[in-house]
């Protein structure tokens, strides 16, 4: 099993649309999680941290499954802007330390208008 | 505050050329890591460092090297280019490995 595992997507969502993506990994001792978005192969950016239960930043929610080992990203009232890959980021823990972050593959997002 | 510093942008190089992709970050971050991005994948770890003087392998290290002299500077080092290592490289830096990383602006490398 993979490390971190996203939906492989591609979603394609009619403007103003709620939308979600999953996000499973594998270590039950990660502590801290981070949802990047990737416009066109630029520099991954920061979207939202979760070290918690869940964030909520306007109109993009995350929340955090201890149990299922998984973290979620709603997107609500979706906008052309939004149209993005998104990269689920978990540390990898070696050794009872976190070290390393691993990225997942992405999801593609797009947004019609 | 310029924040990860990536040079060249782009770079065309041949096989078995050597080279150093640079990275400099000016925000005091102890952490910093290498990335390589191929089409239609995800960023993959190739080397990182946690400090000054401390570096150790990603996912990915073979065909590459690092240092960490200072805190500022993190080089990725080249040492015979291969087509296989044609990519997007990334340079990112944080804090800590529990915060979020920020990131160059990316260095395009293409081995003919």
């Known amino acids: 099993r993979k490390e971190v595992e996203q939906d492989p997507g591609p979603f394609n969502v009619p403007e103003g649309a709620t939308v979600a993506f999953n996000c499973t990994y594998s270590?039950?001792?990660?502590?801290?999680f981070f949802w990047y978005r990737q416009d066109c192969r630029k520099e991954p950016k920061l979207l939202m941290s979760v070290y918690s239960s869940g964030n909520e930043d306007g109109r993009f929610t995350a929340q955090l499954n201890r149990a299922s080992q998984y973290i979620s990203l709603l997107i609500r009232d979706s906008k052309l802007s939004d149209s993005a890959t998104y990269l689920c980021?978990?540390?990898?823990?070696?050794?009872?330390?976190?070290?390393?972050?691993?990225f997942g593959s992405g999801t593609q997002l797009t947004v019609l208008p | 505050n310029a924040g990860v510093t990536q040079t060249p942008k782009f770079q065309v190089l041949k096989t078995g050329q050597s080279m150093t992709l640079q990275c400099a970050q000016d925000m005091n971050h102890e952490y910093m890591s290498w990335y390589r991005q191929d089409p239609g994948m995800g960023l993959r770890l190739i080397h990182y460092?946690?400090?000054?003087?401390?570096?150790d392998q990603g996912e990915v290290p073979n065909g590459y090297n690092v240092s960490r002299s200072t805190t500022e500077d993190f080089p990725l080092r080249l040492l015979s280019a291969a087509p296989s290592q044609t990519s997007v490289y990334f340079c990112?830096?944080?804090?800590?490995?529990?915060?979020?990383?920020?990131f160059g602006d990316g260095t395009r490398l293409s081995i003919l």
């Open positions: 460092s946690v400090g000054a003087g401390i570096t």
């Open positions: 990112a830096s944080s804090y800590s490995i529990s915060q979020p990383q920020h």
């Open positions: 270590n039950s001792a990660s502590q801290s």
């Open positions: 980021v978990v540390p990898l823990i070696s050794s009872g330390s976190a070290r390393q972050l691993t």
